[in-house]
């Protein structure tokens, strides 16, 4: 399974766009970078300097966010 494919899995709304930074009119000067969003929402899941780079690190995002859930669940459980 990609990243790509595990993501959407998640957020079946998540594309990626591409952005442009930089100096204006001149485009060979523009810093161009991807962003992981899904469609309707302001916030970005994550960022690349390639799309596929975007993927792997939103899907890194998500995991490290479901790890974190789990460890906070595990510790709300053994407090009882």
């Known amino acids: ?28 000067l523009q810093k161009t970078y991807w962003l992981i969003r899904r469609r309707g929402h ?15 690190n939103a899907k890194k995002k998500i995991q490290q966010h479901n790890k974190a859930l789990q460890v906070s669940e595990t510790r709300r459980d053994v407090s009882r």
């Open 1 to 28: 399974m990609t990243s790509k494919d595990f993501v959407q899995q998640i957020y079946p709304d998540a594309r990626a766009e591409k952005q442009r930074q930089g100096a204006g009119v001149v485009s060979r």
């Open 42 to 56: 302001t916030m970005y899941i994550a960022s690349g300097n390639t799309e596929s780079n975007a993927w792997v």
